[in-house]
Structures are given as C-alpha cells and as structure tokens.
C-alpha cells in the first residue's frame, strides 16, 4: 500500500520528516488520530501539527492566511521548523483540540515521499515525553507494530523541528516556542 492510500483509509503510516521519525494519520479522522494518540500516549487534549509535503498545497488549504504571515512561511519552508499560525478559518479542528484559534504547521522536502498530496496529523513517533527516534530502528516495537505502513528514510538528523509562534507576526511580534533543529539565528534572519 502506498503512504496516501493508508492515510486515505483511516491507518496510521510510521515516516522520516526532515528532523525525527514521526507518526501521520488523517487530520480529520477522528478514529485515525485516536489510534495515533493511544500508540504514541498523547494525552487526548493536546494538539498535534498538520504536516504538509509541499508547500503551495499547504498554502491553498489555508487561504485566510495573511500576506505577511504567507511571506515568512515562504522563507522558512520547507524545512525543520513547526510554525503556530493564527486559524480564523478553524482549519483542522481535530489537530487544534487545545487551542481552536491556533494550527501547528509543518511543510517537509522528505526525497522519498515527495509525491504525497495529502495532509497529514503528525507526531514525533516516540512514546509522549520520550527520546526522538533518528532511525526505524529506533522506534519503539510496539509503537511499530501497530501502524500499518513503515516507511525507511535512513538516519535522520535526531533533533525536533524549532517551533516557532507567527500568531502576531502581522503585529511584528513572533517568537521561538522551542529551539530545535533550526538554529534561532537562521530564524532571525529569514523573518528579520
């Protein structure tokens, strides 16, 4: 089965990102995100990041997007950043189980899955709290055997994505929620 048929099909796929190994499911497949959340031990109220694999799809599926706000996505990704987006639209309220107004979003340049076309719920695939996993190998075995597709990226860089706050940008204000795998320099640099 191919990445898009299972994320079609309610499963849950075991990928590489640009960072860490993660876990994707269908955004609006409440069971799907269920069965992602139980196998990584999320707490069930906490919102996970939408990921997209190109970034013009991400672009047209969020179209209330400000200029200012889609010229700084422009600058930062694809790439190993999670950016917090303003979400008037309520885009993907699975996803924003804690904070409705908010979207995590995530555009990945993954070689080996370059020709997915859909959006994706995503979450590191280590048990909540836990170490990331920079190989297949290093993904837990249960967490393993209950997905329905593993995808081999190969040795990935094993540190997060820099979470970064945008929801103010327009205001001139953002900041970084959590230093990652994009230095704060290279951020500073890209939203000036």
Known sequence: MSFESVIREGGVVLFPSDTVYGLACDPENEAAIERLYALKGRPPDKSAAVMFFDLEAALAALPELSSGVERALRKLMPGGVTALLPNPGRRYPLACRADPSTLGLRVVDVPVLRDVGVAVLQSSANPSGGVDARTLAAVTPAMRA?????????????????????????AGRWSIVRQGLVAADAVRCALG
């Open 146 to 170: 209950g997905v329905n597709l593993e995808v081999d990226g190969g040795e990935l860089p094993g540190v997060a994505s820099t979470v970064i706050d945008l929801r103010e940008y327009e």
